[in-house]
């Protein structure tokens, strides 16, 4: 949901190419919470990769909301062996998006540390749950060890509540980390936007806090020109729970 919103946020702030990219291989979520279906997927694209056009990359995106998705499969599929695949397709949407949100799933693999390599932002999600921030305390490290860069993470906590769970501020302490950005609990707005198939909505909690977050990302990447290519790659993860 996240992946979804943000997508929907940076659309409104910059009003500029938008794509959406569930490469989670196994419990892709994207076409459930927009209500959506297709005979084509990221998977498609990777078999594809070194033919992609225009008219292929149309057959296989989904035009909604004001942006293009790309969806996961209907069912798991095994993607190791695809991995070098990904540049290239990720190479292609750099010609053709100004944005492009990907959505990792679950770290685990070679696959989805190669999707963290070529994103330019890596939001990692945890939630106040000591076993989510004892996730993070593993995952951590060996993302590092994998050879991303420390300044690519930003820690993004979510399903904040004030009064219950650890504190963004005691978490980064245990952690060693700071937390980039937190999210509100907000169920009632989460639950009407899946019930709706849409974005959380923009005048909810969670929305209006989503829309900051992507202002910041917007901010952080003013002062690196790159003619001819897209403003930001991010990716999404949750971290191995």
């Not at 999707?115 to 921030?133: K, N, Q």
Request: include cysteine.
């Amino acid at each position: 949901m996240l992946a979804v919103t943000l997508a929907d946020q940076l659309r409104r702030a910059v009003a500029q190419r938008v794509l959406l990219a569930d490469f989670d291989a196994v419990a892709g979520a994207v076409a459930f919470n927009l209500k959506l279906s297709s005979p084509h997927s990221f998977a498609d694209a990777l078999r594809h990769a070194p033919q992609l056009d225009g008219d292929l990359w149309r057959g296989l995106v989904v035009s909604k909301l004001e942006f293009d998705i790309l969806l996961a499969p209907d069912a798991p599929v095994d993607t190791e062996e695809d991995s070098s695949s990904l540049a290239l397709v990720l190479a292609y949407a750099r010609r053709n998006y100004d944005w492009i949100v990907a959505d990792g799933g679950t770290l685990g693999s070679g696959y989805s540390v190669e999707l963290a390599r070529l994103c330019d932002r890596i939001l990692f999600l945890l939630t106040p749950e000591p076993a989510s921030v004892y996730a993070a305390k593993r995952w951590l490290p060996h993302l590092l060890a994998s050879g991303l860069s420390r300044s690519k993470i930003l820690l993004v906590m979510n399903r904040c509540n004030r009064s219950q769970g650890i504190g963004a501020e005691q978490a980064g302490a245990a952690l060693g980390w700071p937390i980039h950005w937190t999210l509100p609990e907000d169920p009632a707005a989460v639950q009407t936007a899946l019930i709706e198939g849409k974005p959380v909505a923009p005048a909810s909690a969670y929305a209006k806090q989503v829309k900051r977050l992507a202002e910041s990302l917007l901010e952080e990447s003013q002062p690196v020109p790159r003619p001819a290519a897209p403003k930001g790659l991010l990716s999404l993860f949750s971290g191995g729970f």
